[in-house]
């Protein structure tokens, strides 16, 4: 949690610092990937959704 430039209380995900604890594919790779293949997949369908949306 944090304040905002404006005073209002903020969030974000622990996973987005340097506070948490590295998680199990980081790990794993050992730096050798910087994409998750999940992440890469979600990435295609949204590409693909924005695609579809400008044909229309």
Do not use: H, N, P
């Amino acid at each position: 949690m944090y304040f905002d430039q404006r005073g209002r209380l903020r969030s974000m995900l622990a996973s987005w610092t340097s506070l948490a604890e590295q998680d199990l594919f980081a790990q794993t790779s050992a730096g050798r990937s910087w994409f998750r293949v999940d992440d890469l997949l979600r990435l295609c369908t949204l590409i693909g959704e924005i695609r579809g949306r400008k044909k229309q």
